[in-house]
């Protein structure tokens, strides 16, 4: 971690005391350390203690007079590696969820670009309040690690779930991600999202996904380093990485066709896109007009990229595949995995609650070529891809 760059935002919370340890983790493991608080945190803790501990002037004001600069916040998203937020409040992550900058700490994060870390804090009911959980939803989806908070006894004096990480589990999982620049010289192609066959200028036949579980192994990927060609079908989600190319299309034709050029200089291919298995043999330039009779399309095969993809993968070549089953899932997923001449395939059964492509969260096990399984618990799909990554990266090739 020697020399890394880290941002910390306090919110105004009493797990504020806490994020004093932080610091200090952070400056005895060799980073810098630089501290943007809200007006509210320092109700909690002093700026003569953060900027002891920090060893740097604090932040807390976007326009203080004598600050070097006006832009000091743009200047601050730019010099950091990363950034934590810690405690994070329900108002910082709905500020966060919404885009609003109206402090020195939302405004800096608004222009950030690095992976940003959410440790939120809070009572029990107001961390379950749907309106909390439907903001750090979105926050996942904006590719934010976040850092679940523990059960234990919280500030109001009851046992519940919304206690700040401990320091140590917020310093370790922020280390994780520093220490992995381990694909840098790498390339990836990684497929996301949907395809979409027309039938015709207003229908189309396709699979329901996301994107996210794609996205969020692209970005992976980027954050260790590699350089990153993400070929997507139609999604609202957006890149958080500037290092990654994004490709947008619409058929699964397309979608074989943009990977082309891309696929031989891939050092790891990860086939993560719901692309669908069949395509209307014609495509009407005119919307079809309804009619009170049976109806029938005749559909075609599109190509399997996965497999044609693999046909010409070299030795060094790392191709991973997904599988959405609803039965029989592992056998299933076996018989792709040697069908297709893949290294691992990722099973998501729909069967599993909490799994699958309209979630932030998946559960998800991971085949070898060796018919290895390896089973990854309910977690959010950014932790999921971190995994997956992880067990790719670490199993020796057969
Ligand atoms: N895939 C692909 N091209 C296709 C269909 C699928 O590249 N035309 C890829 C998917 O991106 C995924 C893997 O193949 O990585 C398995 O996809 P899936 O839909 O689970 O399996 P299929 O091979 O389509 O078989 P089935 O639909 O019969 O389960």
Redesign the pocket.
């Known amino acids: 971690m020697l020399g890394k760059r880290i941002l910390i935002g306090i919110c105004g919370g009493i797990a504020a005391y806490k994020t004093l340890t932080l610091i200090r983790l952070f400056r005895k493991a060799g980073c810098e350390v630089k501290v943007i608080a809200t007006r509210n945190a320092l109700s909690f803790v002093t700026p003569l203690t953060i900027e002891t501990l920090s060893n740097n002037k604090l932040y807390v004001d976007m326009f203080e007079c004598g600050t070097e600069r006006t832009t000091e916040h743009i200047a601050l998203a730019q010099w950091a590696d990363m950034a934590i937020v810690a405690p994070a409040t329900a108002n910082i992550i709905a500020k966060l969820a919404n885009g609003i900058a109206d402090d020195a700490l939302s405004t800096t994060l608004l222009a950030l670009s690095k992976p940003l870390f959410i440790a939120p804090a809070m009572n029990e009911n107001m961390y379950e309040h749907i309106a909390v959980q439907r903001n750090l939803k979105l926050l996942e989806e904006y590719h934010y690690h976040i850092i679940s908070p523990e059960k234990g006894m919280l500030a109001c004096n009851v046992e519940g779930k919304g206690r700040m990480a401990e320091p140590k589990t917020i310093f370790d999982r922020v280390g994780k991600q520093l220490q992995q620049k381990i694909l840098v010289g790498k390339k990836a192609l990684v497929?996301a999202g949907p395809t979409c066959e027309p039938i015709d200028p207003v229908r189309f036949i396709g699979n329901r996904s996301s994107g996210l579980m794609g996205f969020s192994i692209a970005e992976t990927l980027a954050d260790k380093g590699c350089d990153v060609t993400l070929v997507t079908g139609a999604t609202y989600l957006k890149t958080r990485s500037q290092s990654i190319h994004r490709i947008d299309v619409n058929t699964?034709d397309e979608m074989l066709q943009a990977c082309l050029p891309y696929a031989d200089k891939a050092d790891i291919i990860v086939?993560?896109?719901?692309?669908a298995?069949y395509t209307p043999e014609t495509k009407a330039d005119h919307k079809l007009k309804k009619k009170d009779a049976l109806f029938s399309l005749n559909l075609k095969p599109?190509?399997?990229?996965?497999k044609t993809l693999a046909k010409n993968k070299t030795d060094n070549q790392i191709i991973i595949?997904?599988?959405?089953e609803t039965d029989n899932e592992l056998t299933?997923a076996k018989q792709?995995l040697h069908t297709?001449n893949i290294d691992f395939i990722v099973l998501n059964s729909l069967k599993d609650k909490g799994a699958g492509f309209e979630c932030a969260t998946n559960k998800v096990t991971v085949i070898d070529k060796n018919d290895n399984v390896i089973e990854i618990p309910l977690k959010s799909k950014q932790e999921i891809a971190e995994n997956i990554i992880q067990i790719v990266f670490n199993t020796p090739k057969s």
């Open positions: 497929t699964a086939m993560a896109a719901a692309v298995d599109t190509t399997d990229i996965l595949g997904f599988a959405l299933n792709k297709k």
